[in-house]
């Protein structure tokens, strides 16, 4: 089953084509890598799979749904991290998941429980009263994916989710992506470390719209007669 198909999908801005005419399909606990230079079309491919931006031309379902005509059941179904951290500093971690699980609708006594259940499998129980603005940046990313799955989304779209934190929480935070995909969750993960994109189980890569490769690391890496991702893309960029 796939959580993700697009099809001949194309957005347009006046004579500006950002995304031109990209063709993929991910499966259900997929963690697929969505790569590309900045101005690639990532982004705008994203904002159209979340239903922000209405395709110009194109089909997708995303979640069982249709981009055209069922963006709303979409966005109820999908969860999404920014690479700017999405929370507010002003409130408490609690009060974040809080806001955030009531924008879902989950009813107030299964908020609280998975609310409790997050905060303690992120070993932050004892933070739960704390203000996020006092927290460190990595347990900030940890908290923001974790609010992203309160509403048990079947996707959910985390766009440079690691960037700017050491190796170490990197590591963790893989650790839960692994841990949602293994639950049958579809991860659509962008990143700029390429050794990231080794742990995807398959990658494509944008250039000027377009996706230019796709497949599983090692297929890119055996098409290309490289020896890492990071030499794949370099080349490709190049080029």
Not at 7 to 16: C, D, Q
Not at 58 to 84: V, W
Not at 148 to 172: C, N, Q, W, Y
Not at 226 to 239: D, M, R
């Amino acid at each position: 089953m796939y959580s993700i198909e697009v099809e001949n999908l194309t957005k347009k801005f006046g004579s500006f084509t950002a995304v031109n005419n990209i063709s993929f399909k991910v499966a259900e606990g997929e963690i697929f890598g969505f790569l590309g230079a900045n101005g690639a079309g990532k982004t705008t491919a994203i904002k159209m799979m979340c239903g922000l931006l209405q395709p110009t031309s194109g089909k997708a379902t995303i979640a069982g749904y249709d981009l055209a005509t069922q963006a709303k059941l979409i966005k109820k179904n999908i969860g999404y991290m920014s690479q700017r951290f999405s929370l507010y500093n002003d409130l408490t971690l609690y009060e974040n998941m809080q806001l955030f699980g009531t924008v879902y609708d989950i009813p107030r006594k299964e908020l609280k429980n998975r609310i409790l259940e997050s905060l303690a499998a992120l070993d932050m129980s004892d933070k739960a009263n704390t203000l996020v603005d006092s927290i460190p940046l990595g347990w900030k990313q940890k908290l923001a994916f974790a609010t992203a799955m309160l509403h048990r989304p079947k996707i959910v779209f985390l766009d440079e989710p690691t960037s700017g934190v050491d190796p170490i929480v990197r590591r963790e935070f893989w650790n839960m992506i692994y841990e949602a995909a293994s639950q049958g969750i579809t991860i659509f993960v962008t990143t700029h470390y390429m050794d990231e994109a080794e742990y995807c189980k398959r990658v494509s890569i944008m250039s000027d719209g377009e996706i230019k490769l796709i497949g599983t690391p090692d297929e890119l890496k055996e098409q290309t007669n490289s020896q890492s991702i990071a030499e794949v893309f370099g080349n490709l960029i190049k080029h």
